[in-house]
């Protein structure tokens, strides 16, 4: 079955630029999209279609996908970013496979 | 308002069954994607299952077999039956929206616990 891997977690300082990572199998073959899901809420769609943004959130959240790796990159972090951040895709056929998740801590 | 409300979580016995809804409002869950995802307390999102827009079904390896994915038109209302349960289901059950435009989940509810224990 097709895998997504992130790191377990990333600390930034507020201001700094946080770089997370999504690994899979030609995952630039495919869509990446990221959810961002803080304590006790919903996820939140962040990024979708491997770059672009919903409506409502921020510039600083930006993404790419090229080769085997995804990226989410959140830049000029705020203590609001702190949350847990999911990368999911397709796993080229009906399958919805989501990474481990990846906790941002801000300190 | 685009909404989505799950219910019908509880706790229930292993080997027990369920039903759990999702009432959708300010969209159409005939038209679009929908799917359950699950998380078990302090993990990760796992994808349960989809129904498209034209009633093909698809399920995580983790659950066919034992769960089936359904919806009412007339209600606006998405279902997940939840047979044969067990201690690895327990999660809290979100459904979603997947926007066929955005290749992604782009709404969600609050979720419906389903505990198993005995």
């Given at each position: 079955?097709?895998?997504?891997?992130?790191?377990?977690?990333?600390?930034?300082?507020?201001?700094?630029?946080?770089?997370?990572?999504?690994?899979?199998?030609?995952?630039?073959?495919?869509?990446?999209?990221?959810?961002?899901?803080?304590?006790?809420?919903?996820?939140?769609?962040?990024?979708?279609?491997?770059?672009?943004?919903?409506?409502?959130?921020?510039?600083?959240?930006?993404?790419?996908?090229?080769?085997?790796?995804?990226?989410?990159?959140?830049?000029?972090?705020?203590?609001?970013?702190?949350?847990?951040?999911?990368?999911?895709?397709?796993?080229?056929?009906?399958?919805?496979?989501?990474?481990?998740?990846?906790?941002?801590?801000?300190? | 308002?685009?909404q989505l409300v799950e219910s019908g979580?509880?706790?229930?016995?292993?080997?027990?069954?369920l039903t759990l809804s999702c009432a959708a409002s300010g969209f159409s869950v005939s038209s679009n994607y929908m799917s359950w995802?699950?998380?078990?307390?302090?993990?990760?999102?796992?994808?349960?299952s989809i129904i498209y827009s034209g009633d093909?079904t698809?399920?995580?390896?983790?659950?066919?077999?034992?769960?089936t994915i359904s919806r009412d038109t007339s209600k606006n209302t998405l279902y997940l039956q939840v047979?044969?349960?067990?201690?690895?289901?327990?999660?809290?059950?979100?459904c979603?929206r997947?926007?066929?435009?955005?290749?992604?989940?782009?709404?969600?509810g609050?979720?419906t616990?389903?505990?198993?224990?005995?």
């Open positions: 079955s097709y895998e997504l891997t992130q790191p377990p977690s990333l600390s930034v300082s507020p201001g700094q630029t946080a770089t997370i990572t999504c690994s899979g199998n030609k995952l630039g073959d495919k869509f990446a999209c990221w959810y961002q899901q803080k304590p006790g809420q919903s996820p939140v769609l962040v990024i979708y279609q491997d770059y672009k943004r919903p409506s409502g959130i921020p510039e600083r959240f930006s993404g790419s996908n090229s080769g085997n790796t995804a990226t989410l990159t959140i830049s000029g972090t705020q203590a609001t970013d702190e949350a847990d951040y999911y990368c999911q895709a397709w796993d080229g056929s009906t399958a919805r496979v989501f990474g481990g998740g990846t906790k941002l801590t801000v300190l | 308002e685009v979580g509880g706790l229930i016995q292993p080997g027990g069954s995802v699950r998380q078990a307390p302090g993990k990760g999102l796992e994808w349960v093909s698809y399920y995580a390896d983790s659950v066919k077999g034992r769960f047979n044969n349960l067990r201690g690895d289901d327990t999660a809290l059950y979100y979603a997947e926007n066929i435009d955005f290749n992604a989940m782009d709404v969600w609050q979720g616990t389903v505990t198993v224990s005995s």
